[in-house]
């Protein structure tokens, strides 16, 4: 078994201590990575967010790569929720229902700007819930109208991100658990300004 | 053939057909509430007119709560109830307008009342509850005038322009 090292994170101490044919791992190590590597997200698209999220299920963006391509028809059998699209207070019920009806541990991303935060409704919008975690409890949030598939897969990541720093043991003599890692982000969004470099002033100038 | 019609219905109506406008691209006619079954009756019955086919019903509020855009226009607050018909097989169309006050008898909260069309089309059944439900007119005699789009425990009409969004529903925060 390999563990992602890209991120650079401290591997456990029992992780490659012997030579390649040996494997030799944690028990939380292990369920954490057959979690992360088979997150069936449930079939839940609600406007148009979720042709993109198809798209991301089709062999283009190919979710599958993450085994996270087992769209579920039902609730039982998902560990994921992708609330993508605008989600009515007709609906809102509806959505607090489906979640409550996925086994734990489960996990729930708001694509697009409408379950973000109300979006283009959000001022004057009499029927769309502003922001889906007000109805559930939301782990990623994936911004854009729609965004993008690529942009979709990135939420998934900081998803498996989440689930590799889940802990099962409890500290020693003791029954505190001990508290989940919360992964560190994986890139800020910030630039450095090019120094060098004039500022663009005129890029909106009409030339036509 | 606007004229021509709006004299025929006058003929046989007589007051029901309180205005008209001939002139349009679009030319209406207005009934009165009382007549419009009777009138819809008749323009979908008779062989050479035969408006078998109802596009679609609008309801429309006249009022503007900013008082300075209320200055400016010569209407009083009304709403309006729009009919669009069309022949399929004479192929003309025409458009039917209601007006009726904002609220019954004035009095705030009582919804005004139109006949319902929808015995004479079908297509008027959930036409009227959309208009019921976001415009907040009542339509009488309807088989089943229910909220077709907001949930059905909602309050208020959406589309109306006094209308003013709940603070929270059901625990979740409206504004």
């Known amino acids: 078994m390999t563990v992602s090292n890209e991120l650079n994170l401290p591997k456990p101490w029992i992780e490659g201590r012997f030579e390649e044919n040996v494997i030799t791992t944690t028990v939380e190590q292990a369920i954490n990575w057959a979690r992360q590597s088979s997150i069936w997200p449930m079939t839940f698209g609600l406007a148009c967010c979720a042709i993109e999220m198809m798209a991301a299920g089709a062999s283009r963006y190919d979710m599958d790569r993450f085994g996270a391509g087992a769209f579920r028809a039902t609730p039982r059998q998902a560990d994921l929720m992708i609330v993508a699209g605008t989600v009515t207070y007709k609906m809102a019920s509806r959505v607090r229902r489906l979640y409550n009806l996925m086994p734990d541990p489960k996990f729930v991303i708001a694509m697009g700007a409408c379950t973000v ?27 854009g109208c729609p965004p993008r598939p690529e942009a979709l897969l990135e939420g998934l990541m900081r998803i498996q991100d989440k689930i590799r720093g889940h802990k099962i043991h409890v500290q020693k ?5 001990i508290p989940d890692e919360l992964p560190l982000p994986h890139h800020s969004g910030y630039v450095d300004a090019p120094a060098d470099q004039d500022p663009l002033l005129d890029h909106q100038k009409i030339t036509g | ?73 010569d209407w009083e607050p009304h709403t309006q109830v729009v009919y669009h018909l069309s022949s399929i097989s004479n192929k003309h169309t025409l458009v039917l307008k209601v007006i009726l006050p904002r609220w019954k008898d004035g009095k705030e909260g009582q919804l005004p009342e139109v006949p319902s069309v929808a015995g004479v089309w079908r297509t008027a059944d959930w036409h009227e509850r959309e208009v019921y439900d976001l415009n907040g007119i009542f339509f009488t005699g309807h088989p089943n005038l229910r909220r077709i789009l907001c949930p059905e425990d909602w309050v208020g009409h959406p589309l109306r322009k006094d209308y003013e969004q709940p603070l929270e529903y059901h625990g979740i925060r409206g504004r």
């Not at chain 2, 009165?32 to 509020?61: H, Q, R, W």
């Open chain 1, 117 to 143: 935060g109300g979006g283009p409704y959000f001022k004057w919008g009499y029927h769309v819930v502003k922001g889906v975690d007000l109805v559930v409890p939301v782990d990623v949030y994936v911004p």
């Open chain 2, 1 to 73: 053939m606007a004229q021509d019609l709006l004299s025929r219905l006058k003929g046989k109506f007589g007051d029901s057909i309180t205005g008209a406008n001939t002139e349009n691209m679009d030319p209406w006619i207005e009934v009165a509430p009382e007549a419009i079954v009777e009138v819809s009756k008749y323009l979908s019955t008779e062989p050479d007119l035969k408006f078998d086919m109802l596009n679609c019903i609008s309801g429309v509020d006249y009022l503007h709560t900013d008082e300075k855009k209320a200055k400016k226009v």
């Open chain 1, 173 to 177: 003599g003791t029954n505190i658990k």
